[in-house]
């Protein structure tokens, strides 16, 4: 089997969960003997690809210079992708490259699938293009409901895109690198660093710090905490446009910027609460690596991590955009370690079950049911 995936743009593996997940069902497939491409726009680090990648000519996305947009057609990569046969295409990006995955699907009569990874309708709000939502949602579902299948890994996302008239959706669950996200990370060191001694608590966000992962709502959050109480400390992983700004509504909170790998695996296992506002994640890769980790969650009632945390069982969910409701849960579980204990514990289950083989095992299913409808056909 040859899978192509399109991608509008690689970024570096650890600062976006796209890229991710995309770059783990790759190395899952050549475990399987798979054959994988990758078409995008840029490729920030093409080193961190296992496989061949090809840029088309794209230009810098508007509002957002940390991506490209991918110019339109095919001649970037159509003389390129027919050598490499492919017998799947898989989307991963609903925007100008889409389309030419699609295009080109069409003309060489080959299934075509796509994962809805981003909520584009959310994000609008936070650049001030909210006027911009509903024709957003009109190409979407233009551009989705010609594709064979589109997957999303949340229930909850399902619904919403069922919602707006997309009409072939699965839900498939990601996974969690257990090996790299798990107690065994823990560091006493670690946290006497960050803690100096003190018998405080280590409250964690992970995640890139632009505004649509709800950061207001993180700084209210921590200024109330601050206000009120000093038995913990408050860790930023992560780097964005917004970190400026961000450090001044926070100027107590430890900025670690960008970390990845071990380094990465000991401040989630180092930590004790992860503080998670974002209410536009399709999935919550975040929320996933904190459980696997040994945290308990706080995170929105929102979106993919609603699907992720049993509210009063594996972690706390809190109303999207309320400061004083995550205050009031981030407080629940400083105050209750016997609670938190529990609740771990609970997590930690709830993430052995989220495994990256499992996840690429449904999709493989989903390539060869498409396969067996294209050999029917012909």
Same mark, same amino acid.
């Given at each position: ?67 490209? =947009? ?37 003309? /060489? ?15 609008? *709000? ?31 996302? *399902? ?25 065994? #990370? /823990? ?6 660093? #960050? =803690? ?28 109330? =905490? ?15 446009? *917004? ?39 399709? #999935? ?33 969910? *809190? ?30 289950? #709830? ?11 449904? =999709?493989?299913?989903?390539?060869? /049911? ?9």
């Amino acid at each position: 089997m040859r899978v192509a995936y399109f991608i509008g743009t690689l970024k570096k593996e650890r600062e976006d969960g796209v890229t991710r997940v995309l770059l783990y069902f790759i190395r899952l497939a050549q475990k399987r003997r798979i054959k994988s491409i990758i078409i995008t726009g840029w490729a920030q680090d093409k080193s961190e690809s296992p496989v061949e990648v090809i840029e088309v000519p794209s230009i810098v996305f508007p509002f957002y210079t940390d991506y490209k =947009l991918p110019l339109p057609g095919m001649t970037g990569f159509e003389k390129k992708l027919d050598k490499f046969k492919p017998d799947i295409i898989h989307v991963h990006s609903p925007e100008t490259i889409a389309w030419a995955a699609l295009k080109y699907a069409k003309k /060489r009569r080959i299934p075509i699938i796509a994962t809805h990874h981003t909520e584009f309708g959310k994000y609008l *709000a936070y650049y001030h293009l909210a006027f911009l939502k509903q024709p957003v949602w009109l190409v979407l579902k233009k551009l989705y409901n010609q594709m064979n299948l589109v997957t999303t890994p949340s229930p909850v996302i *399902a619904r919403e895109l069922v919602s707006h008239g997309i009409n072939n959706v699965q839900t498939l669950e990601w996974g969690v690198d257990s090996n790299l996200f798990n107690p065994s #990370f /823990r560091s006493e060191a670690l946290r006497k660093k #960050f =803690l100096s001694g003190k018998k405080r608590n280590i409250i964690l966000y992970v995640s890139r710090l632009t505004w649509e992962k709800d950061l207001k709502t993180l700084a209210e959050t921590y200024q109330l =905490l601050k206000k009120h109480r000093d038995d913990f400390i408050l860790l930023i992983a992560g780097n964005g446009p *917004a970190k400026s700004k961000l450090q001044s509504m926070m100027p107590q909170a430890v900025f670690l910027g960008y970390v990845e790998g071990k380094e990465l695996s000991k401040i989630y296992a180092s930590s004790d609460i992860l503080l998670f506002p974002s209410s536009t994640e399709t #999935f919550g890769n975040v929320t996933a690596e904190a459980m696997a980790s040994g945290l308990v969650p706080v995170v929105a009632d929102a979106g993919g991590s609603k699907s992720l945390v049993g509210q009063g069982k594996t972690g706390f969910l *809190a109303q999207p955009k309320n400061a004083e409701d995550f205050y009031k849960k981030v407080c629940i579980l400083l105050d209750n370690l016997q609670l938190r204990k529990k609740m771990r514990n609970a997590g930690l289950k #709830f993430a052995k079950n989220l495994t990256w083989d499992k996840a690429f095992d449904n =999709l493989l299913k989903i390539y060869n /049911r498409l396969l067996n409808l294209k050999q029917g056909t012909n």
